[in-house]
């Protein structure tokens, strides 16, 4: 799939670190796999466009290799230019949070939210997911300020 030659609002976010990236992609991940999925999985490292995701077994390593394209494709959709190139799978204990242990989200309104963000918000169906964008969004925002362009540098000082 072809990248935009212009970052979009989700590299932009997130982009400037490997750190912010995984994050987001540990919050995608979910509405990518679907909550079963995801229960029984963990994303665990995301280096050089590889994202790396813990299974519990070779069985689970074996069907996720085999749904690769399809779960690529559903993360570029929602991270754009943050998706990863490829997945890749490591066996061990899975230490995925139970849907009621995940911590509670708060999401920024889209009236307080810059045009562009509450913009790109609105073309994420899955209501909880668009919660979660504004939330991080607003996080971000809050803690480094908009920016035409490059994210902000977290030291502070210019890209």
Do not use: C, N
């Not at 072809?2 to 982009?15: H, K, M, T, Y």
């Not at 670190?17 to 029984?40: D, F, I, Q, Y």
């Not at 061990?92 to 708060?106: F, Q, W, Y």
């Not at 919660?131 to 969004?137: G, K, Q, T, V």
């Amino acid at each position: 799939m072809d990248r935009p030659s212009q970052p979009d609002l989700a590299a932009r976010l997130f982009g400037a670190s490997p750190e912010r990236a995984l994050t987001l992609l540990r919050a995608v991940w979910p509405a990518a796999v679907g909550p079963k999925l995801a229960r029984r999985t963990e994303v665990v490292a995301f280096d050089r466009g590889l994202l790396r995701i813990r299974v519990p077994d070779a069985g689970w390593r074996r069907q996720l290799v085999r749904m690769r394209s399809e779960i690529l494709t559903r993360i570029r959709r929602i991270a754009g230019g943050v998706a990863p190139h490829a997945l890749g799978f490591v066996e061990g204990p899975v230490a995925a949070l139970a849907p009621s242990d995940a911590p509670p989200v708060t999401p920024a309104s889209p009236a307080t939210a810059p045009p562009d963000v509450a913009a790109a918000a609105e073309s994420i169906t899955d209501p909880a997911l668009r919660a979660r964008f504004l939330a991080a969004a607003g996080r971000y925002l809050r803690r480094f300020g908009p920016r035409s362009g490059a994210p902000a540098d977290p030291r502070g000082q210019d890209p």
